[in-house]
């Protein structure tokens, strides 16, 4: 039976290419000279770290604007609150969210049963499985979904036949 997988991943050296672009762009504007804002990444989480929220909005800016130049989608980000660090600073902390949560796969399975078409999903983990015996209503199930603002960024693997 055709199936394809759902899967929502980030290519995490993509963002470690973003975050250095924007390091370095930090480093050469104008209005950072003399400022003391850094940004630092962990696994899947990025630091934002400077003097005041105006600098803060600033490096957000720059810092989507590289991930949309290098095809990573500002939808796998999820942003802290703002937070007061020592010394009059401001943080806060990006995370970057790889794969689908429970609840996101349970509503990405209920959009695909509203369509009444013969297939099947299931939940595995991270991802969802679609399954059927015709090509054509997965690819119906895939126009459907690539058409629908779930707030997670979709890719479609594995297509089998």
Do not use: H
Request: hydrophobic share 35%; aromatic share 4%; glycine share 6%.
């Amino acid at each position: 039976m055709p199936s394809f997988d759902i899967v929502s991943k980030v290519d995490m050296q993509e963002v470690d290419n973003a975050v250095n672009q924007t390091i370095k762009e930090i480093a050469q504007r104008y209005d950072f000279k003399g400022s003391k804002s850094e940004i630092t990444q962990e696994k899947d989480t990025v630091k934002l770290l400077s003097e005041d929220d105006f600098r803060l909005k600033a490096i957000i800016d720059i810092l989507q604007s590289k991930f949309i130049k290098r095809g990573i989608s500002v939808k796998a980000l999820q942003y802290g609150k703002v937070e007061n660090a020592s010394g009059g600073m401001v943080r806060q902390i990006i995370t970057i969210q790889q794969g689908i949560s429970k609840e996101k796969g349970k509503e990405i399975n209920n959009v695909i049963k509203e369509t009444k078409l013969k297939v099947q999903s299931q939940i595995q983990e991270d991802q969802l499985r679609v399954t059927g015996k015709n090509i054509d209503d997965l690819q119906e199930v895939i126009q459907l979904l690539k058409g629908k603002d779930l707030g997670v960024e979709l890719q479609f693997v594995n297509f089998r036949q």
